[in-house]
């Protein structure tokens, strides 16, 4: 059993940066991680994943540019680099982890049972 702790969380002014943590620990079998979010009201979106093996790398579309996801495979962290923050990224960051075939590296599909807890992100003035 993987199981996720989220962490890096908090409020930031619009233009700012934040990085993320995840950890993972346990049955760490596992061939990619990834960070979805979810804005109240609206349908969690996926952010980035890649794989732990290197060599892949996925964005979404709103943040490409802006955010930069990276491993640490000496402690199973994730972290995903948050820059140039915008009020439209004020959501719950949820740090996720599976096994996905490569057409499913960017939706919840590929990532279906492991989930961490979330660390709420908050970008106002």
């Known amino acids: 059993q993987v199981q996720l702790v989220e962490s890096g969380g908090g409020l930031v002014q619009p233009g700012g940066s934040l990085r993320l943590s995840c950890v993972a620990s346990g049955d760490t079998y596992i061939s990619a991680m990834a960070w979805f979010r979810q804005a109240p009201e609206k349908e969690r979106e996926f952010v980035a994943s890649l794989r732990w093996s290197g060599g892949g790398l996925y964005y979404g579309n709103s943040v490409k540019g802006r955010f930069s996801i990276s491993r640490d495979r000496a402690t199973g962290a994730v972290y995903l680099q948050m820059n140039s923050l915008m009020p439209e990224d004020t959501a719950v960051y949820y740090c996720?982890?599976?096994?996905?075939?490569?057409?499913?590296?960017?939706?919840?599909?590929?990532?279906?049972?492991?989930w961490g807890q979330g660390t709420q992100v908050t970008v106002s003035s």
């Open positions: 996720a982890a599976g096994r996905p075939i490569t057409s499913t590296m960017t939706t919840m599909t590929g990532f279906p049972h492991v």
